[in-house]
């Protein structure tokens, strides 16, 4: 039973490479295709891949659990939009992977007012913490806030609603049905807004398509594939801490990748993050056991 953890930890390990590989796989993409385009592109391949495998159960849903997945599905459209856009505009991709790690921590704020579900108590240590590192990113000769924090901090909020509104959905339908139908809604809103607002280029050479095809492969598919067998074998406490990994692997790669400068401010602030995150993880994961063995008794 270890040998099998200590399996699913290091395939975990992996997902969040795969992962933070993704970004570097989707800003090179962008460089040939329209952001929108290549984000309705990705996630409608990338729901095909999975149909096959759940077409049947898609089609035994009723009609409320199938809307009701549509529009959670939309929620992580609208996320997936805000954060292709923000990498669009950025200049750097580490902060951006810091700031979109803060989804997690945002989910109780969120479920506060949706749900009326007050934060636990480790969730008031981790925030201030959080709230420094973000501090820290923005100061540049003086404190400045570049658009792309922006649409990174909305794009993380959006994913915290998500969250929520997801983890309501998978108690009632398949977690492989409820992915493909959200991949499915998240590309048609790709493609749709893409339509609406982009030009389409007429020519895409064929390196930006080899981008484009790993991160549908490996980022979307293989990735996924990969978290969700590590989750299932993983102790949860294990798991939610190497998620945080994701974007430790983000820096690393787009300092090799891009050569981004990390002066001192941006150092501390991720590293407050990353610090805020793990408190968060551990202190929430405690929470949990302590309320499997309650319930156990």
Request: aromatic letters at 12%.
């Amino acid at each position: 039973m270890m040998k099998l953890h200590k399996q699913a930890d290091f395939i975990l390990i992996l997902a969040t490479l795969l992962a933070a590989a993704g970004w570097i796989f989707s800003k090179e993409a962008i460089q040939g295709l329209a952001p929108f385009q290549f984000v309705g592109l990705r996630f409608l391949l990338a729901s095909m891949c999975l149909l096959p495998f759940c077409y049947k159960d898609i089609r035994k849903l009723n009609i409320t659990d199938l809307l009701k997945t549509v529009g959670v599905g939309c929620l992580l459209g609208i996320s997936i939009l805000l954060w292709i856009y923000a990498i669009s505009v950025s200049e750097t991709l580490s902060e951006g992977a810091f700031i979109m790690s803060l989804a997690m921590l945002f989910v109780p704020l969120v479920a506060w007012p949706l749900f009326k579900i007050a934060p636990p108590r480790i969730f008031w240590i981790s925030l201030p913490i959080a709230i420094a590192g973000l501090m820290l990113l923005s100061l540049s000769n003086g404190w400045q806030q570049s658009s792309s924090q922006l649409w990174f901090i909305l794009s993380a909020t959006m994913l915290a609603v998500h969250f929520n509104c997801n983890s309501r959905s998978a108690q009632r339908i398949s977690p492989l049905s409820l992915t493909c139908i959200q991949l499915f809604v998240t590309g048609s809103l790709g493609i749709f807004i893409s339509a609406m607002t982009e030009v389409w280029p007429q020519q895409v050479s064929g390196d930006i398509w080899g981008w484009f095809a790993m991160s549908v492969l490996i980022a979307t598919s293989l990735r996924y594939l990969m978290q969700t067998i590590g989750q299932k074998h993983s102790i949860a406490a294990n798991a939610a801490i190497i998620m945080v990994l994701e974007p430790i692997w983000t820096v690393i790669l787009s300092i090799l990748w891009y050569d981004e400068p990390m002066p001192i401010n941006k150092i501390l602030g991720c590293l407050l993050i990353f610090i805020s995150l793990f408190i968060y993880r551990r202190g929430a994961s405690t929470l949990t056991i302590k309320a499997v063995n309650k319930r156990e008794k």
